[in-house]
T-cell receptor, first 112, second 114 residues
Framework: DTEVTQTPKHLVMGMTNKKSLKCEQH?????MYWYKQKAKKPPELMFV???????INESVPSRFSPECPNSSLLNLHLHALQPEDSALYLC???????????FGPGTRLTVL | QQPVQSPQAVILREGEDAVINCSSS?????VHWYRQKHGEAPVFLMI?????EQKGHEKISASFNEKKQQSSLYLTASQLSYSGTYFC???????????????FGTGTKLQVIP
């Protein structure tokens, strides 16, 4: 299994809503990542988990809260988002840090 | 700092060749190359680890000049399926035992037309 899955594929939420994005991989990878990608821009790293511990937080606002319940799962909890947070949110995993990253299909988020 | 890619965009006819460059202001440990088609996630193409190393994948190959902090991606005899945005991802030496992150470049949009 060389797949990273993400749910949901699309999400529309209001600024007062609370929602979560989910990411799962069964490749035995120990590093997992959240990226944000705006149209026509490269992916921007948000968070990195290594061995289920948060290794990197790229100064992301607290309205984004990551969680890694186990080595296969990665969540991103969303609360009180702003319209400018609308973007494609990509999850990725790699065997170890800075190894080849395998990306999930992404969640297209729209904040109204 | 984000690696800079050139050109920003290129249009090719099927069968033509192209070169995409990636330049970093930091010393590099490795360079990754990804292709992203419209509406899809990035897909890994190759990783280069040593200065001067060249790798190939079908008609796509790449080189890495560690001293110049540059990498180039070579696409030969382009096919329609090569269309997409190409990103380099660079890894710089960091704290031993610390986390090494990959920073994505500015991107190059490649369009192959019949």
């Amino acid at each position: 299994d060389t797949e990273v899955t993400q749910t949901p594929k699309h999400l529309v939420m209001g600024m007062t809503n609370k929602k979560s994005l989910k990411c799962e991989q069964h490749m035995g990878h120990r590093a997992m990542y959240w990226y944000k990608q705006k149209a026509k821009k490269p992916p921007e790293l948000m968070f990195v988990y290594s061995y289920e511990k948060l290794s990197i937080n790229e100064s992301v606002p607290s309205r984004f809260s990551p969680e890694c319940p186990n080595s296969s799962l990665l969540n991103l909890h969303l609360h009180a988002l702003q319209p400018e947070d609308s973007a494609l949110y990509l999850c990725a995993s790699s065997l170890a840090s800075a190894d080849t990253q395998y990306f999930g299909p992404g969640t297209r988020l729209t904040v109204l | 700092q984000q690696p800079v890619q050139s050109p920003q965009a290129v249009i090719l006819r099927e069968g033509e060749d192209a070169v995409i460059n990636c330049s970093s202001s930091k010393a590099l440990y490795s360079v990754h190359w990804y292709r992203q088609k419209h509406g899809e996630a990035p897909v890994f193409l190759m990783i280069l680890l040593k200065g001067g190393e060249q790798k190939g994948h079908e008609k796509i190959s790449a080189s890495f000049n560690e001293k110049k902090q540059q990498s180039s991606l070579y696409l030969t005899a382009s096919q329609l399926s090569y269309s997409g945005t190409y990103f380099c991802g660079t890894e710089s030496p960091g704290i031993p035992g610390g986390y090494q992150k990959v920073t994505f470049g500015t991107g190059t949009k490649l369009q192959v037309i019949p």
